[in-house]
């Protein structure tokens, strides 16, 4: 059974920056996703299983970098510049599959999510 837990959310302002982590009990292409309330879950970045590829979304491009550290089977998102439409349950998920996949039907495993709140 494939665990992710996501840490790292929490209540920030505008501006500020937040790095989310998500812990595997194995090796995966890995995603981040959001979901807005009242919002479908959306695509945030991924990185690829050797962490040579990544690719963001347009909104996130810029301000957010993903990166694995393999020998800890984490995966972090650092987040800078948070607006309050960065608003979310952020949800990391694996996928067995190489490459650097975007769809949500392409990842395997979720993870139950963390909040990330940001005032203005």
């Known amino acids: 059974q494939v665990q992710l837990q996501e840490s790292g959310g929490g209540l920030v302002q505008a501006g500020d920056s937040l790095r989310l982590s998500c812990a595997a009990s194995?090796?995966?292409?890995m995603g981040w996703f959001r979901q807005a309330p009242g919002k479908e879950r959306e695509f945030v970045a991924v990185?690829?299983?050797?962490?040579?590829?990544?690719m963001y979304a347009d909104s996130s491009k810029g301000r957010a970098t993903i990166s694995r550290d393999n020998a800890k089977n984490t995966v972090y998102l650092q987040m800078n510049s948070l607006k309050p439409e960065d608003t979310a349950v952020y949800y990391c998920?694996?996928?067995?599959?190489?490459?650097?996949?975007?769809?949500?039907?392409?990842?395997?495993?979720w993870g139950q999510g963390t909040q990330v709140t940001v005032s203005s």
């Open positions: 990185i690829s299983w050797s962490g040579t590829m990544t």
């Open positions: 998920a694996a996928a067995t599959r190489r490459g650097i996949p975007r769809r949500m039907s392409e990842y395997d495993y």
């Open positions: 194995g090796r995966y292409t």
